[in-house]
């Protein structure tokens, strides 16, 4: 087993993370309730749906940055050169104000995922994030007081944590693919090719159609017929299982709105368009092709 294997297992067989991270994940749903029709835009923005990526990797360079300099110049101030101790306690505190908007936009992004596995490495990220914030609090308290060398123990003690979080952040997503895209991208059809008969396609109902390994999601409404990838760009939740709502399709998993006109994520969690096809009835079959006048569709 390949070390990175080796450590998600040892989290996965960690069964008292999952109770942590369900209080977690729930108090960060319950203040998102409590915040009523502001929750959504709140969410949109702290997702990076408006920016079209996910916001927390983006977010994390702050405090992960703010703190190698602080490391970089206590080893310099513990080698004797004081000069670089403000540096250090500057640099400390930027990270301080970093970890906040860290920590909102990591949680806005987790919380939704109910995998085990997820959130249980999810909560152990958390968990180190949170010791290592507490750590570097102390250290600052500490320098402030004049006791630079426990100061300066405490900064190293917590950028161990947070080089340990941030190894399982990688692990969110490049293993557990949070924040990837889970739409089909490539290979989509450039040419009109049939995917179900016409009438096989009831009004007002996202249906399931299937060519080769592509799967769609067809929706009629009046002489107009609507189709986009079925998996859902944020996790690839099953939108033929989703409903309709003002000219959008709901995702089942976890709600983002996709705009059936042309794909575009009008809420997240995702925070990437849905591939979009152009649709024509011939000879009782719906067809579709790439709508390459899309962005979301250009390879
Ligand atoms: S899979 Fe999460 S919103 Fe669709």
């Known amino acids: 087993m390949a070390d990175g294997k080796v450590i998600s297992a040892q989290i996965d067989a960690q069964?008292?993370?999952?109770?942590i991270a369900d209080?977690?994940?729930?108090?960060?749903?319950?203040?998102?309730?409590?915040?009523?029709?502001a929750k959504k835009p709140i969410e949109n923005a702290l997702n990076g749906v408006w920016m079209g990526h996910v916001l927390h990797p983006a977010v994390v360079t702050v405090p992960i940055g703010a703190w190698t300099v602080t490391a970089a110049l206590d080893l310099l101030e513990g080698a004797g050169k004081?000069?670089?101790?403000?540096?250090?306690?500057?640099?400390?505190?930027?990270?301080?104000?970093?970890?906040?908007?860290?920590?909102?936009?990591?949680?806005?992004?987790?919380?939704?995922?109910?995998?085990?596995?997820?959130?249980?490495t999810g909560a152990a990220h958390a968990l180190l994030n949170i010791t290592a914030t507490v750590l570097y609090g102390?250290?600052?308290?500490?320098?402030?007081?004049?006791?630079?060398?426990?100061?300066?123990?405490?900064?190293?003690?917590?950028?161990?944590?947070?080089?340990?979080?941030?190894?399982?952040?990688?692990?969110?997503a490049h293993e557990k693919n949070l924040g990837a895209d889970h739409a089909p991208r490539r290979g989509l059809p450039a040419e009109f090719i049939p995917v179900l008969s016409a009438?096989?396609?009831?009004?007002?109902?996202?249906?399931?159609?299937?060519?080769?390994?592509?799967?769609?999601?067809?929706?009629?409404?009046?002489?107009?017929?609507?189709?986009?990838?079925?998996?859902?760009?944020?996790?690839?939740?099953?939108?033929?299982?989703?409903?309709?709502?003002n000219g959008c399709l709901v995702c089942p998993w976890h709600g983002s709105r996709f705009r059936l006109e042309d794909g575009h994520n009008e809420d997240g969690p995702a925070t990437f368009a849905q591939?979009?096809?152009?649709?024509?009835?011939?000879?009782?079959?719906?067809?579709?092709?790439t709508n390459t006048a899309l962005p979301q569709n250009r390879q």
């Open 15 to 19: 069964e008292w993370l999952e109770p």
């Open 23 to 37: 209080k977690m994940q729930g108090a960060v749903q319950a203040a998102y309730d409590a915040a009523g029709p």
């Open 82 to 120: 004081s000069e670089y101790a403000p540096g250090a306690d500057a640099s400390l505190a930027v990270g301080l104000a970093g970890a906040a908007s860290a920590a909102v936009t990591g949680l806005t992004q987790w919380y939704p995922h109910k995998e085990a596995s997820v959130k249980k």
């Open 138 to 172: 102390a250290s600052y308290a500490a320098r402030k007081q004049g006791n630079r060398g426990a100061g300066r123990a405490l900064g190293f003690l917590g950028y161990g944590l947070v080089m340990t979080s941030a190894y399982l952040g990688g692990e969110l």
């Open 199 to 245: 009438a096989a396609l009831p009004e007002n109902a996202p249906t399931l159609a299937q060519t080769g390994d592509l799967k769609l999601v067809l929706v009629k409404q009046g002489a107009r017929i609507h189709a986009l990838a079925n998996s859902c760009s944020h996790h690839g939740g099953p939108l033929s299982e989703g409903r309709l709502e």
């Open 275 to 289: 591939p979009c096809f152009e649709t024509r009835v011939k000879n009782g079959q719906i067809e579709v092709r």
